[in-house]
């Protein structure tokens, strides 16, 4: 059955996009799951960071399932709705109070990207290819998942994006922004495990600071909280945790944060 499948351990919690015979296509009820499953992690204090990726070797996302679009995404009411669960599902990932990183092998296409987007890190394999397809279907592209795809790359390479439908390997992926992080296909796994690791155990306080700025920056001027963000630093060094980090770093012995 089409779900997102939700796996938590050692520090990481992985939202599975499981699909694979339609290449991790998403359905509207796998949309509609994401903020559950985000909302999960949350509330989980073993959990330090989100990651979303992919069933199996060949995708990370196709986008939406297209077959579903006669049945719910026809006439204006259907479309909105089907057009929240997306946005919804997305700003829950990218507003989430702890790291998000999106690992991604093979196809990213159509809603697969502003779901790779709503993650604060993409990690892709050096296979992994790029495409918003919406010109080439007659969709239209709602405003807020333009926004959002301006927001983290720019208005000419989006307009680049969503005006060509065309194809972007992994390499232009990197130099675009689409992509933060390129490992070789050989050594994916491995590199991609490391770096979860090292996010995983880092200060989970220090974490949660970072993550409040970050979306304190993706809010308008006039509505941006930087008071949470201020309280989130001021609760770093009110911690235990940053007496262990002093003591770990005179010790020369790595820190064992507990997050509080």
């Not at 089409?2 to 015979?21: F, S, T």
Request: glycine share 10%; charged share 25%; aromatic share 8%.
């Amino acid at each position: 059955m089409a779900q997102v499948r939700y796996e938590a351990e050692n520090g990481i919690a992985r939202l599975v996009v499981d699909q694979p015979e339609k290449r991790n296509a998403m359905t509207y009820g796998m949309w509609a799951s994401l903020a559950g499953h985000v909302a999960r992690a949350e509330a989980d204090r073993e959990v330090r960071a989100i990651v979303v990726t992919g069933e199996g070797d060949r995708a990370f996302c196709a986008g939406a399932d297209i077959s579903q679009f006669g049945e719910i995404r026809d006439g204006d009411a259907a479309t909105r709705a089907y057009d929240d669960a997306y946005l919804d599902g997305c700003a829950a990932i990218s507003r989430a109070s702890k790291p998000s990183i999106a690992v991604i092998r093979g196809i990213c296409f159509g809603g697969g990207v502003g779901l790779a987007m709503a993650c604060d890190i993409r990690l892709a394999r050096a296979d992994a290819r790029f495409r918003v397809p919406a010109a080439r279907l007659g969709l239209g592209y709602a405003y807020d998942g333009v926004a959002a795809l301006v927001q983290r790359l720019g208005f000419g390479a989006t307009a680049d994006l969503l005006f060509s439908a065309r194809i972007v390997d992994a390499p232009e992926a990197l130099r675009m922004g689409v992509v933060n992080v390129l490992f070789g296909q050989d050594d994916f796994e491995r590199e991609a495990a490391a770096y979860l690791r090292q996010v995983a155990t880092n200060a989970p306080l220090t974490l949660r600071a970072v993550k409040q700025a970050l979306v304190a920056l993706g809010q308008p001027d006039a509505t941006r909280n930087t008071a949470a963000a201020d309280a989130a630093v001021a609760a770093c060094f009110a911690s235990a945790d940053y007496k262990e980090g002093q003591r770990a770093f005179q010790e020369k012995r790595e820190p064992a944060f507990t997050g509080e």
